[in-house]
């Protein structure tokens, strides 16, 4: 049965100090998804967690993930939430885009509806997930940690122990999102369809599919994520991605955002 609680702001929490040492020293790393799934391990057993981002006018992002086995499928499954299934996500309906407060939801596999979501649990075989939702200024977060046939349900003391760890694991994944992104921050104002035309006005030569695969690998969208949205092959982003960076003379997707950001500042200094 589905779960859906607010959360109690004074829930004590006890964790290891080396742990939690861990999580915080590894932020702004590539290391930062499997330490926080070392630290969630520890505390609640989870097979698996990950961590999104919503933001009016941009696409969902996920911020870090980590898995202790199925890790291929897991991934897969990230691409296809982020692509299609967060719409479908029974915990984000209920909410419904509302500011409410932080809120705790459980989610059997029984509970999903759509066949499509239901088998992503499937794959990676998920009986149950913990969701911790919480707005911080205009972006919601979800949260979220796994647990396999094998293990028990989550009961009710360890609810309120991740709602109590991800209050805190929430603090360490915003300043983590800073950090990855200062190298190469896309322009604030544009989305993906703004990154698309932008592309398409400053280098007419790209091909409406290459600017598409572009914008997509700027906004920080994974081959397979691109790939599911665009309703092409993987082996197809691949190729437009190496014609378009031929064509700019570049050959990496940070190499692009650079390009941009260069080209977006040369014309506010112009303006």
Known sequence: MMVISPVRMDERLSVGTRSLCGVVNSVGSDAYGD???????????????????????????????????HKAAAKQNIDRFVVRCHSVDPCVRALNGRNVGPTLTKLAID??????Y???????HVRERLSFLSWMGKDLYQLSVFRGPHKQLFSSVE????AAIANVL?????????????????????????????????????SVRECEVCARAVAGQTIEGTSLELEIRRTS????????????????ANELVALLNNLHAERILAA
């Open 35 to 69: 330490t926080c799934f070392a630290f969630l391990k520890e505390a609640l057993n989870a097979e698996h967690w990950a961590l999104f981002r919503y933001r009016a006018n941009q696409p969902l992002k996920c911020i870090a993930t980590g898995s202790g086995q």
């Open 159 to 162: 609810m309120a122990v991740f």
């Open 170 to 206: 929430l603090v360490t994944a915003q300043k983590h999102e800073i950090l990855m992104e200062e190298p190469g921050a896309i322009p604030k104002h544009l989305d993906i369809d703004g990154i698309e035309r932008f592309l398409k006005l400053h280098w007419p030569t790209l």
């Open 111 to 116: 509970d999903i509806e759509d066949e499509q």
């Open 118 to 124: 239901r088998h992503c649990f499937e794959l990676t």
């Open 237 to 252: 982003v691949i190729t437009y991605r190496q014609r378009a960076y031929g064509k700019l003379g570049i050959s990496r």
